[in-house]
């Protein structure tokens, strides 16, 4: 019999986050503090417009980029916060989440053999999306030393005359490194003079602590020549609604929307309706759950590094990336052993790629009681298995 599967497809690894949050799902008293979801409700009067939009019968496609009000409301979301302005009629489309805009942004851009630069540790989708667009994936090892930020050596050693694509993940999950304007700035202009095309992930952008979030649209000459990708679910915890959203050359955007044409056709109405009004009245919602998480990631910070872990402090997302490097365990032995003894769910950093390799993905996207019993948990583990002597 025929195979009746495609050899690419099967080729790619499934998320090794997934991995461990099935097993928690079946695993009674476990705490996860492995899955990057707010724990907060979406706030109520965005939860209410979206309400009241079926109540209206909204329940029409909307054009295949976007709600047009919506998109208005993004390029004034992005001019307030970046001071980069874009026309929501050419170069603004609404997705369903941020991911679709990652698949099919480099599904526009990319022949089979062009490389993709992917710094790593980062999120799990760039490279499966960059093998499924029929690109290379070219791997950036991000070091701990330089706070996880991509340096502008490291950019130039990985560029051949294949390349076209950098990933820009920052703020990043999992290691909560975000990029700065002097640290963008040599990026810039290493991505002009290579002729190159930047995909910036920026997700957490509303969830910097202490630090202001630099986007590399707004220097001299990115814009055109950057796909930017945001959304709705972590910023205003509206993860279920699938919504996101890319920013693009018109040049791109008009191939984009093709894919998501014949793929996709629009992003959910109901959810366009409520993205309406976060951007609009959601600002003070959004300060508060950053409030909240900065409160955790102090708290966390500090009782692992009392505990015995290394722990770089990390000023965007809500995770940490802890070293556990002197404890003598994989990753994987860490994750997998810890949530069988103590049943506390963190994700190993071989999910993020092969140089997470030594290190833990934390969220503290969960209630500091939750993180209390967690770590808890965590220093009888260590205690028990004299890790910290």
Not at 13 to 27: A, L, T
Not at 112 to 140: F, H, M, N, R, T
Not at 262 to 270: L, S
Not at 353 to 381: D, T
């Amino acid at each position: 019999m025929r195979n009746p599967l495609s050899n690419k497809v099967v080729d790619i690894q499934p998320s090794g986050i997934r991995k461990f949050f099935d097993i928690v799902s079946e695993m009674k008293d476990a705490i996860s503090l492995g899955v990057g979801e707010p724990d907060f409700d979406t706030p109520w009067h965005i939860r209410e417009e979206g309400i009241y939009s079926l109540e209206k019968g909204r329940t029409f496609y909307t054009s295949n980029a976007g709600l047009k009000e919506l998109k208005i409301e993004i390029c004034n979301y992005i001019n307030r916060k970046c001071r980069v302005k874009y026309d929501f009629n050419k170069e603004v489309m609404v997705t369903v989440g941020g991911s679709e805009a990652i698949d099919i942004g480099l599904r526009a851009m990319l022949d089979p053999g062009d490389e993709v630069l992917i710094p790593q540790p980062c999120y799990v989708s760039y490279v499966p999306c960059v093998k499924l667009a029929d690109g290379v994936p070219v791997i950036i090892e991000l070091k701990e030393e330089n706070n996880f930020k991509l340096t502008k050596q490291e950019l130039l050693d990985a560029i051949t005359d294949k390349t076209k694509v950098l990933i820009l993940p920052f703020p990043n999950n999992p290691t909560g490194a975000i990029m700065e304007y002097e640290d963008l700035v040599d990026i810039a202009e290493v991505v002009r003079e290579h002729d190159l095309y930047v995909m910036s992930d920026e997700i957490y952008s509303e969830l910097t602590y202490g630090r202001q979030h630099m986007s590399i649209t707004s220097l001299p000459g990115m814009k055109e020549r950057t796909i930017l990708i945001n959304g709705f679910s972590k910023s205003y915890a509206m993860t279920g609604w699938r919504l996101g959203y890319a920013c693009a050359p018109e040049i791109i955007m008009e191939q984009m929307i093709k894919i998501h044409q014949f793929a996709i056709m629009c992003a959910p109405t109901t959810s366009q309706y409520a993205a309406v009004e976060a951007l609009r009245n959601g600002d003070n919602d959004v300060l508060l759950m950053k409030e909240a998480y900065d409160a955790r990631r102090r708290f966390l910070i500090d009782e692992l590094r009392r505990i015995g872990f290394d722990c770089f402090e990390p000023y965007g997302a809500f995770y940490v990336f802890p070293s556990i490097k002197k404890f003598g365990m994989t990753s994987e032995e860490f994750a997998e052993t810890l949530l069988r003894e103590e049943k506390v769910a963190v994700v190993p950093g071989t999910a993020f790629g092969e140089c997470g390799e030594g290190f833990l993905r934390i969220s503290y996207a969960y209630s500091i009681e939750n993180l209390k019993v967690a770590l808890e948990r965590i220093e009888n583990f260590v205690n028990n298995h004299k890790l910290n002597k």
